[in-house]
């Protein structure tokens, strides 16, 4: 069964500018999280949780940032630094609710990036180098009408090397 872990004790909030601009930044460290011996980054349940020294398994799901009602996310990215041991990750959120598209999708941004392999995936399907689930009514666009956590799903086999910076943009519109 899998596991959802997230970021201990962080809420739903993103920082933005004045005219309502939002990056959201993520440095996954997953041998960093493994060596963990107490105050554990991650949670499960909202109770603190260190990580197995395997790292995370096939099929768990990490919730990289949770956003509020009223961003609407227009891009991103992810750069591998070091290959990871999962066959791929997937960028995408887990609710059926939360946004104008009406159904839960796990590959929301990012379908299948080859954790195995360093360099720069955008989530924006320009120059074909990237992947993403494009929806024909609402392109790559998202906007969260609930709060909404963006998940990042393992794929394949345990994931226990993995270092990795997430990013994203949008604004804050309401």
Same mark, same amino acid.
């Given at each position: 069964?899998?596991?959802?872990?997230?970021?201990?004790? +962080?809420?739903?909030?993103?920082?933005?500018?004045?005219?309502?601009?939002?990056?959201?930044?993520?440095?996954?460290?997953?041998? /960093?999280?493994?060596?963990?011996?107490?105050?554990? #980054?991650?949670?499960? =349940?909202?109770?603190?949780?260190?990580?197995?020294?395997?790292?995370? /398994? #096939? @099929?768990?799901? &990490?919730?990289?940032?949770?956003?509020?009602?009223?961003?609407?996310?227009?891009?991103?990215?992810?750069?591998?630094?070091? &290959?990871?041991?999962?066959? =791929?990750?997937?960028?995408?959120?887990? =609710? /059926?609710?939360?946004?104008?598209?009406? @159904?839960?999708?796990?590959?929301?941004?990012? @379908?299948?990036?080859? =954790? @195995?392999?360093?360099?720069?995936?955008?989530?924006?399907? +320009?120059?074909?180098? +990237?992947?993403?689930?494009?929806?024909?009514?609402?392109?790559?666009?998202?906007? #969260?009408?609930?709060? &909404?956590?963006?998940?990042?799903?393992?794929?394949?086999?345990? +994931? #226990?090397?993995?270092?990795?910076?997430?990013?994203?943009?949008?604004?804050?519109?309401?």
């Amino acid at each position: 069964m899998a596991t959802t872990y997230n970021y201990y004790k +962080e809420g739903y909030a993103v920082p933005y500018d004045a005219f309502g601009y939002v990056l959201l930044r993520r440095h996954l460290d997953v041998p /960093a999280l493994i060596a963990e011996s107490q105050n554990s #980054s991650l949670e499960v =349940s909202s109770v603190r949780t260190l990580l197995p020294s395997t790292g995370f /398994a #096939s @099929t768990d799901i &990490l919730n990289i940032w949770r956003v509020p009602a009223g961003v609407l996310l227009l891009g991103g990215g992810v750069r591998v630094t070091t &290959l990871g041991t999962a066959t =791929s990750i997937d960028v995408g959120h887990a =609710s /059926a609710t939360a946004t104008m598209v009406t @159904t839960a999708e796990h590959d929301r941004w990012a @379908t299948a990036i080859a =954790s @195995t392999a360093t360099g720069y995936f955008n989530f924006d399907a +320009e120059d074909g180098n +990237e992947w993403v689930a494009y929806d024909s009514d609402y392109g790559i666009r998202t906007l #969260s009408i609930a709060n &909404l956590s963006i998940d990042v799903t393992f794929n394949g086999a345990a +994931e #226990s090397t993995l270092i990795a910076d997430f990013f994203m943009w949008g604004y804050k519109v309401y």
